[in-house]
C-alpha cells in the first residue's frame, strides 16, 4: 500500500488544479454561482481527482480502486480544511456534496482505468 506521502501528494496534485480552477473562475465569473458553472466546476473537480488517482495507482499491482477511493476522499478533506481556513463557514460549507461527489467519484474512475489497463498490461505479456 502507499504510504501517507503518497496519498497527501495525490490528493495536494488533485487539489491545486481544484484551485487553479476556482481561482481562474473567481476571475473571469466573479460572484457567479449559476448552475452552469457549478456543474461545469463539478466536471473539473471529477477530472482532477481522476488525473490523482490515476497517477498514484498506474503502477500498483492491486486494490486499485481502494486506493483511488482513498486519494478522492483525501483531497475532499484537504479542500475543505483549505476552504474552512481560508474562507468563512457558509462559503466553505456552500460546495460540500458537490465536492465530495466528484472529487470521489474522479478517485474511483481514476483507479479503476488504472485496474483496467494494468490487467490488459499483464495479459499482454502472458
Known amino acids: 500500500m502507499p504510504g501517507?506521502?503518497?496519498?497527501?501528494?495525490?490528493?495536494?496534485?488533485?487539489?491545486?488544479i481544484v484551485w487553479f480552477w476556482d481561482y481562474v473562475t473567481s476571475l473571469y465569473f466573479p460572484g457567479q454561482a449559476a448552475l452552469n458553472l457549478s456543474l461545469l466546476s463539478a466536471v473539473v473537480y471529477l477530472e482532477a481527482a481522476f488525473l490523482g488517482s490515476f497517477g498514484l495507482t498506474r503502477r500498483r499491482l492491486a486494490n486499485h480502486v481502494h486506493v483511488g477511493v482513498r486519494v478522492g476522499f483525501g483531497a475532499w478533506m484537504t479542500n475543505m480544511i483549505f476552504r474552512l481556513i481560508v474562507f468563512g463557514l457558509n462559503e466553505a460549507l456552500w460546495g460540500v456534496a458537490v465536492y465530495l461527489a466528484s472529487l470521489t467519484t474522479g478517485g474511483v474512475l481514476g483507479g479503476f482505468l488504472a485496474r483496467v489497463l494494468r490487467r490488459s498490461d499483464t495479459c499482454e505479456k502472458t
Do not use: D, I, N, V
Open 4 to 16: 501517507f506521502e503518497s496519498y497527501f501528494g495525490a490528493a495536494l496534485f488533485t487539489c491545486g
